[in-house]
C-alpha cells in the first residue's frame, strides 16, 4: 500500500528542477516532463520516480510475457522503457548491428517514491515510509539549488555513417520500394563520442531548453542515461481508450514571422510528407485493429501541423476502443515498435531497415513511460535524443527519416541534419 500527500507548490518551475537535482542521489530515475504544452490528452505536467522498490531487466526474449506478469503481480506504478530491439520478441527478426551503449533490452522499476505534479498541486505516493520521511525529503527538495560538479569534457562527435555512404543506401531503400518490397521505411544513422564526460542533468536541462517538447524525458538506469526531447507520443491509454499519435512530416522554424508560417504552410501542402503521415496511420490504424472492439478504431486528426521550438511536426491522432479483458502489454506488444519508426510494411521494413543502418537503435526508437494501477499507461517515442554509458564513456544519438517513392537522398540528409541540430546545439 502506498501512503499518500498532497502539497501546493508555489513556484511549480522551479520545484521542478529542484526535483530533478535531488533525485541525483538514487540509483533508479524517471523524470517526465510536458514543459506546459497544451495537450488533449494528459494527466500530469511533471512526474518523478525514484528508488526502485522492485524491478525487472531483461533482453527481448520473451520479454513482453515477463513486464506483463509483473505488471499483474505489483498491481502498482511502473516506469522504465520497451527497447526498439524488443521487435526480435514479436516477429523472427535480429539485431546485429553495433552496440557501443549495452542497455537492457527492457527496464522497469517499481518506484519507492512518486511525485505528479499538476499545475500547483502535487501528490505524493510513496512505499515503505518511515516516520517523518516525506517532509524531510521536501524539505530537502526545496534546499536544492545546485547539481554536483562534473568535470565536463567536450565530446568529438563522429558520424557513424558518412554522408556518400548514407546518400548510397536511401538508393539502395529506394530500390526496395520501387520492386514493392516496402512503401516506406524509417532510415536512421547515429553520431556518436567516446571518452565522453558530460553532467547528464545539466544536457538534459539544456537540451529541455532549447526544445520545450511535450515528451521530455531524463531517464537513469546506474550508469545508463536517456536524455529526451521527444515531441512524439507512442501509445497511451486511459480507461478502455488507447491513443496513437505518430509524427511523420517535418520543416524548418524561422525567426522571421512570414517566413516561418510559409515553411508551416508549405508543409501542411506538401505532398510527399502528407503521403508519409497517411501511410503511417493506416499501419496504425491496422495495428490497433488487433486489440479494439469491432469498427471503434478512428482518426481523430488527420496530419495536423503542430510548432515546437526547432521544427513544425505534422501529427495524426488515431484512437480506438479496448475490451476491458486485454492486458495493457498485450496492446502495447501489438503494436510495437511504432510505426513512425518502422515504416510499412512494417516486418520488410524493420528487416531493410537492419541491413542497411550500421548502429543497434536499443532505447532510440524504442519507448518511455509508466503504467499505473489502474491499468492505464503513456509512453514517448525515443526520438531527439541522447543516450549515455557513464561506465564506458559513450555517447550516442541518432536520426532518421521516412523514405518514401517521392524522396530525394540529398533532402533525407539535411532533415536528418536539422533534427541533430538540438543535440549537437547542446553538446559543442
Not at 522492485?54 to 510475457?65: G, W
Not at 510513496?126 to 517523518?132: G, H, K, S
Not at 521550438?309 to 502489454?329: D, F, G, K, L
Not at 513511460?369 to 549515455?388: A, C, K, M
Amino acid at each position: 500500500m502506498r501512503t499518500h500527500f498532497s502539497k501546493e507548490i508555489t513556484n511549480p518551475e522551479a520545484f521542478k528542477n529542484q526535483l530533478l537535482t535531488w533525485s541525483q542521489q538514487f540509483r533508479e530515475v524517471v523524470f517526465l516532463d510536458s514543459n506546459n504544452y497544451h495537450q488533449k490528452y494528459s494527466s500530469y505536467d511533471c512526474v518523478l520516480a525514484v528508488d526502485a522498490f522492485t524491478s525487472l531487466q531483461t533482453d527481448f526474449h520473451n520479454a513482453f510475457e515477463e513486464i506483463k506478469q509483473y505488471q499483474q503481480q505489483t498491481k502498482d506504478w511502473l516506469f522504465g522503457y520497451f527497447s526498439y530491439d524488443l521487435k526480435n520478441d514479436t516477429e523472427k527478426l535480429a539485431s546485429n548491428n553495433f552496440d557501443g551503449l549495452h542497455f537492457p533490452d527492457l527496464f522497469f522499476f517499481q518506484p519507492k517514491k512518486l511525485f505528479l505534479l499538476k499545475g500547483n498541486q502535487l501528490e505524493v505516493h510513496y512505499l515503505l515510509l518511515c516516520d517523518d520521511e516525506f517532509e524531510l525529503d521536501f524539505k530537502e527538495i526545496l534546499n536544492n539549488k545546485h547539481q554536483p560538479i562534473i568535470d565536463n569534457r567536450q565530446p568529438i562527435i563522429k558520424q557513424r555513417i558518412s554522408k556518400e555512404d548514407y546518400l548510397s543506401k536511401v538508393n539502395k531503400m529506394l530500390e526496395h520500394i520501387q520492386r514493392g518490397d516496402i512503401y516506406e521505411a524509417n532510415f536512421c544513422m547515429e553520431f556518436f563520442a567516446e571518452k565522453a564526460i558530460i553532467n547528464p542533468v545539466e544536457i538534459y536541462q539544456k537540451l529541455n531548453a532549447i526544445s520545450i517538447p511535450p515528451f521530455a524525458t531524463f531517464f537513469k538506469n546506474n550508469k545508463h542515461y536517456l536524455l529526451s526531447a521527444s515531441p512524439e507520443r507512442y501509445l497511451r491509454k486511459e480507461g478502455n481508450k488507447v491513443i496513437s499519435q505518430p509524427i511523420k512530416g517535418t520543416a524548418k522554424r524561422f525567426s522571421d514571422e512570414d517566413l516561418d508560417q510559409k515553411s508551416k504552410t508549405d508543409l501542411a501542402e506538401n505532398p510527399k510528407e502528407r503521403s508519409e503521415n497517411v501511410m503511417i496511420v493506416d499501419l496504425v490504424r491496422n495495428d490497433l485493429s488487433k486489440t479494439a472492439t469491432k469498427g471503434s478504431v478512428e482518426v481523430e486528426e488527420l496530419c495536423g501541423i503542430y510548432s515546437f521550438e526547432q521544427v513544425h511536426q505534422m501529427i495524426s491522432t488515431i484512437t480506438s476502443t479496448v475490451a476491458e479483458n486485454r492486458s495493457p502489454v498485450e496492446i502495447i506488444k501489438s503494436t510495437f515498435p511504432m510505426g513512425s519508426m518502422t515504416g510499412a510494411p512494417k516486418i520488410s521494413a524493420m528487416n531493410i531497415i537492419e541491413n542497411l543502418e550500421e548502429t543497434k537503435r536499443g532505447l532510440y526508437s524504442g519507448a518511455v513511460g509508466y503504467f499505473s494501477p489502474e491499468n492505464d499507461f503513456d509512453f514517448n517515442v525515443v526520438i531527439r535524443s541522447i543516450l549515455y554509458n557513464a561506465e564506458n564513456e559513450y555517447l550516442s544519438f541518432s536520426v532518421g527519416s521516412a523514405v518514401t517513392s517521392k524522396a530525394i537522398p540529398e533532402k533525407e540528409y539535411e532533415e536528418c541534419l536539422l533534427k541533430a541540430k538540438a543535440m549537437f546545439s547542446v553538446l559543442q
